[in-house]
């Protein structure tokens, strides 16, 4: 039988956490030291998490809510919002097979059960995934040649 789990992911959970900047480098070429540094320094305070989903023990995805992602910087009039589903990522090999959204709503859940009214994310990628689980679309914007849509979800 088939047993998924959702942990958590602690600043101290080193193992994960390598694990997990392994695998955004090798999908997003985001170094190894910045994913440690971002996930070690989440802020339960500010309703900020990474979780992990496993499937019969073994990691296959992962995603979490931030209060700052890399689209901010580019556009600061974005920083009126805060919760930002990120970084959600799935094996290459488990994809397609709902697992994505799987982990999603688990954060959403997660997300709903600290207080959270609203979330947001942005994606150039996963649109029809993102609307399938009920997200709106705010706007729509193009950067460095991508069609990015910024979405929010009513919780």
């Given at each position: 039988?088939?047993?998924?789990?959702?942990?958590l992911v602690k600043p101290d959970d080193d193992d994960i956490i390598t694990v997990i900047a392994n695998w955004y480098l090798n999908e997003w070429n985001i170094p190894v030291a910045a994913t440690v540094e971002?996930?070690?320094?989440?802020?339960a305070d500010k309703?900020?998490?990474?979780f992990l989903m496993t499937l019969?023990?073994?990691?296959?995805?992962?995603?979490?809510?931030?209060?700052?992602?890399?689209l901010l910087d580019k556009e600061p009039r974005l920083n009126?919002?805060?919760?930002?589903?990120a970084l959600v990522?799935?094996?290459?090999?488990?994809r397609g097979k709902g697992f994505g959204a799987f982990i999603c709503n688990h954060i959403q859940d997660h997300a709903k059960t600290l207080g959270l009214k609203d979330i947001y994310l942005f994606t150039h990628?996963?649109?029809n995934l993102y609307k399938r689980l009920g997200w709106q679309q705010l706007e729509r914007l193009a950067l460095g040649g991508k069609d990015i849509v910024v979405m929010r979800k009513q919780l």
């Open positions: 039988m088939t047993h998924f789990n959702y942990q971002k996930i070690k320094k989440l802020s309703h900020e998490f990474q019969d023990h073994q990691p296959i995805a992962t995603g979490g809510l931030y209060n700052h992602v890399g009126v919002y805060e919760n930002w589903l990522y799935t094996l290459p090999g488990m990628t996963a649109e």
